[in-house]
């Protein structure tokens, strides 16, 4: 009984020992692909943090980055590859057509490079090109193509216009300064000069091959996939191309060219964030919502102008307030402007401390909330006056074709008020008018004209907006100035 007991033990442990062998041999490789297809600001950075943080709680094998950008913000450009680095999987950047600028750094981050035919990877020099911040820039960098074995020469080239990339007999590469290239030249030391001077590297794929930035060349995800091998190598998840495979230094972990692809797709608050933090949207928000707001002064009631304005800010706040909860003050900040510049128009008369502390205000708000995206006072302050660019041509031509249509006139006060036509502006004549009543003959916004004691007087409201016909009480007279309120 006994015999037959421990014989029925072994047999379902070697079944369950084939089980879990066969199982595990059937199991594809996971691999999560995220989209790097704009300019890279916080709303992309915040929707690759979220892709990373869903591979790993996924227990992701491979992370493939598929990558079409123009560049973006340094600071955003940091976050995401420390993000890359502490995620602890092995990552894959596959440049499909240009990797340039922030782009090409965050490719150098990855640990097997593929691109497409044609494709483009360098460009970094930043902007503003300062020695400060190319310095920074070239040195972050070196750092990044060293860690991952890649010649950081090669990558200092990409930022640094001063860097001559010479290719000496033995084949070795290397990044001289102009004295550095003219005192080889005068030794008769042969060099191949790769990039010269006053030049920032960009390497097609062939090239980027030929100088150990690329690994792979490949049309599509899937022939990128089919070159790799997952590997293990002293207990370390390892990327490694098929032809440098050997088993005597490696273990073989999986081939990737059967792998599950998923997809990590932006959501809707991650595609507003990216689209309004992108460096070419945001001036031109920015400008037409100030705009709107200006032109909603001088229209009656409320229009199409003050809602095109408000909906851009609000794109505009609420874009950056999705990628950096600490946009947010910005908007504070502007708020206050407004609030301030409002209080002066409609409550304090003049044009005072108020009036200037608000603009000051609104323009602070607006460059704190840029600052949030590209991380430096000085691109910052670049935006800002892109936008106020846009601003002034845009209001000259709508200055100049708008009081041509008949919207604008049927909106807009436009009559002339002189003495000729029974305006009073007499201090003395004025001064009697305290105290007595009358009714609005225009709109007042919150200048503007009214009928008091039969003659037409130019007045200021009290409070905010009044409709014509409106009933009205002198409250005080101030020089020239008729203060008045309803009644």
Known sequence: MKAKLWFTLIILAFACMFLSISWGQNQKPSVYVIEIRNA????????????????QDEQADILLFHIHTPGGAVNSTSDIIRTIDESGIPAIAFVDDEAISAGAMITLSCDKIAAVPG????????????????????????SIAEEQGRNPEVAAAMVDRAIILVRFEDGTLKGLTPEEFKNNQSKNIKMEVISPQENVLTVSTDQGIELGVVDVKA???????????????DGKRLLQQKDEFNPSDAKLIANLEDAEINEVSMTIAEQIATFVTNPMVAPILMALGILGIIMEFKTVGWGVAGTIGLVCLGLFFGGHMIAR???????????IGLGLLF???????????????????????????????????????????????????????????????????????????????????????????????????????????????????????????????????????????VIVKTT
């Open 40 to 55: 890279i600001g916080n709303g992309l950075r915040e929707y690759i943090s979220r892709g990373v943080k869903l591979a």
């Open 119 to 142: 494709g483009t990877i360098g460009d970094a020099q930043p902007i503003p090109t300062n020695p400060k911040t190319v310095s920074y820039v070239r040195g972050k960098i070196y």
């Open 219 to 233: 049309d599509n995800t899937s022939n990128v996939l089919r070159q790799l091998n997952l590997v293990d190598v």
């Open 325 to 335: 909860i600490d946009a947010g003050i910005g908007l504070i900040i502007f708020i």
């Open 343 to 481: 209080a002066e128009i409609f409550l304090i008369p003049g044009f005072g401390i108020a009036g200037v502390s608000g603009i000051i205000f609104i323009f602070g708000g607006l460059l704190f909330t840029i600052d949030t995206n590209t991380g430096s006072w000085a691109e910052a302050i670049m935006t800002m006056s892109q936008s106020l660019v846009i601003m002034l041509v845009l209001g000259a031509f709508l200055v100049y074709f708008l009081p041509k249509t008949s919207l604008w006139q049927s909106t807009i006060l436009s009559t002339e008020e002189t003495t000729e036509e029974g305006y009073s502006s007499s201090p003395r004549e004025l001064a009697d008018l305290q105290g007595k009543h009358g009714v609005a003959f225009t709109h007042l916004r919150p200048a503007g004209v009214a009928i008091i004691d039969g003659q037409r007087v130019n007045v200021v409201s009290q409070g905010a907006f009044v409709e014509k016909d409106t009933e009205l009480e002198v409250l005080k007279v101030e020089g020239g100035r």
